[in-house]
């Protein structure tokens, strides 16, 4: 026979070994399944991640362009945090002397998490391979679904070719944390 208990507020005792809790003795199980718990703020709500097999294929642009590295992430509450972790390695080729790529993850609707420009180096004859993880915080004002990517262009015309997932039989991976504020 199942038991109910209905009230507004359940107080613990504010002192002794056990002030201000509410002890769940061992064995017992919490069910909230059909209810709300908030989390504290500062705790993570959700976490997903997404990888991207590498590849050798290149590009040219000098505008803005998808690398194909990318996280989606349905907020539970309107005033989370989400922090995004990217790991993403980059090849840049010469073509006038430089190595050099702007790059950024935004949020699709526009929003930059983080950016590096001129991210290479000056003067190389050679191909380069750059590390360009990062990490940045997106501050949510609904509980819409959130897409976070990455993008790179060419940092000036003088740069050549550069390779967005480098290289073959890499991961590159994307995370998004909904914190709790």
Request: a neutral charge.
């Amino acid at each position: 026979m199942a038991s109910e208990i209905i009230v507004n507020t359940i107080k613990a005792p504010t002192t002794g070994a056990n002030a201000n809790k509410v002890i769940i003795p061992s064995g017992v199980t919490l069910d909230a399944s059909a209810g709300t718990l908030r989390p504290s703020a500062g705790a993570v709500v959700q976490m997903t991640h997404s990888t991207t097999a590498g590849n050798a294929s290149g590009a040219n642009s000098s505008t803005f362009v998808d690398t194909g590295v990318s996280v989606s992430i349905t907020p539970k509450y309107a005033t989370s945090k989400i922090l995004v972790i990217v790991h993403q390695v980059m090849a840049v080729g010469t073509d006038q002397g430089h190595t050099r790529v702007d790059f950024r993850c935004i949020e699709s609707g526009g929003t930059e998490i983080y950016r590096m420009d001129y991210h290479g180096q000056d003067g190389s004859s050679n191909l380069t391979q750059r590390n360009f993880s990062g990490s940045g915080v997106f501050q949510c004002s609904s509980t819409n679904a959130l897409t976070f990517k990455t993008q790179a262009q060419k940092a000036t015309t003088t740069e050549g070719t550069w390779n967005p997932l480098w290289y073959v039989d890499s991961i590159h991976t994307i995370q998004a944390l909904e914190i709790a504020q």
